[in-house]
């Protein structure tokens, strides 16, 4: 028994040597190979155990254990060395030299819509109106009835709805809805005001549509304001935002909230007036509608029209933007593609 504990003891000596002398993980891999794997030299030493005397075999076997466990413990202690020691070499080789000219970082800006948004809105501050914020949430009664929208209107059917789960609460079809807001806010002083924001209609994706989309609305109530003012304002803001000399034109139109109504064009700046997919091929494109206010409004809104009257007139910022940037597909805005948003 004595012979065959002391050639384990030795094996101990030996295999701890060994392992100080490991200086990669891989090399402790091997180390365990050569000495405690399944043909290491252990399990060579202790195939001579079935030779021993029955009484002997269980202190062997204790001191072959015991050995083992103190081998298995040194081999964790160096691997867990070794470790940490590579993670040094590794990152003190992607040191960071300061004498290397600095890498120049991503910068964001606004989104081209956003650009838009406020480019029109400081044309239009600076021409008295002021912002007035509502809600993107509102009842049918100030989406709509308010608006002379009655229930039974036909004109509800040229904006598909989105509804909430709360009965007459809906997502707001237009920004008219804050026309109203402001007027009562104001009333029965003069106002002049834009209510930019959100709009949601239930539509097809298309180049020309969304169903999440930016509105400018615009709103002057006072006592002697007629068309040529609204007709004045409009033009004024399209030589602004497209440029002097740009052709416009005003179109009859109908909405339920003004009378007389109007749609203003202007040529398309994407085809140069010549025609393309966008503007339907008219070399025209819409910019924006408007009209005097309806007096049903007004009266709505806290104003006796046989007093004041006013003009009213809305815009979607994503088509602005598309006529000021070139774009002839409405969905890049918001497809999330970064080389796009870098070229604009």
């Known amino acids: 028994m004595s012979t065959l504990v002391e050639q384990l003891e030795a094996l101990g000596r030996e295999a701890t040597a060994a392992l100080a002398e490991a200086k990669t993980t891989p090399e402790t891999e091997a180390w365990y190979s050569e000495y405690l794997g399944r043909k ?19 202190a062997v076997g204790k001191a072959a254990n015991e050995i083992k466990v103190a081998l298995e413990a040194v081999l ?19 040191g960071i030299d300061v004498t290397m000219p600095g ?10 819509t956003n650009q838009t948004l406020r480019e029109a809105c400081t044309i239009l501050t600076h021409m008295g109106f002021q912002i007035f914020d509502s809600a993107e949430v509102e009842t049918d009664e100030l989406n709509f009835e308010l608006l002379n929208f009655p229930p039974d209107h036909p004109a509800r059917d040229m904006q598909d709805t989105f509804f909430t789960t709360k009965k007459d609460v809906i997502l707001r079809t237009h920004t008219s809805p804050g026309q109203i807001h402001a007027m009562r806010q104001y009333a029965p002083e ?12 239930k539509e097809d994706v298309t180049a020309r549509s969304e169903m999440m989309f930016y509105q400018i609305e615009g709103l002057a109530v ?21 440029g002097d000399g740009r052709k416009s034109r005003f179109r009859k139109s109908y909405f339920p909230f003004t009378e007389p109504s109007v749609e203003v064009d202007v040529d398309c700046i994407l085809c140069g ?3 393309c997919r966008v503007c339907k091929y008219s070399g025209w494109l819409e910019i924006l ?21 006013g003009f009213a007139f809305g815009m979607g910022i ?22 796009f948003l870098e070229r604009l």
């Open 40 to 58: 290491g030299k252990m399990t060579g030493l202790l195939r001579g155990l079935g030779q021993l005397p029955a009484e002997e075999r269980p």
């Open 76 to 94: 964790q202690e160096r691997q867990a060395a070794l470790a940490q020691a590579e993670m040094e070499a590794a990152l003190a080789a992607e």
């Open 103 to 112: 890498r120049r970082p991503q910068m964001g800006k606004l989104h081209p």
């Open 190 to 201: 003069p106002i002049r005001v834009i209510l930019p924001g959100k709009v949601y209609r």
């Open 222 to 242: 006072g006592r002697n304001i007629t068309f040529s003012d609204l007709k004045g304002t409009l033009l004024n803001f399209a030589n602004q935002m497209y």
């Open 273 to 275: 007036g010549k025609g």
């Open 289 to 309: 509608g408007a009209g005097m206010v309806h007096p049903i409004v007004l009266k709505n809104g806290g104003y006796d029209p046989t007093v004041y009257s």
């Open 318 to 339: 994503e088509r602005q933007a598309m006529l000021k940037r070139g774009v002839d597909d409405i969905r890049y805005f918001y497809s999330n593609d970064v080389r």
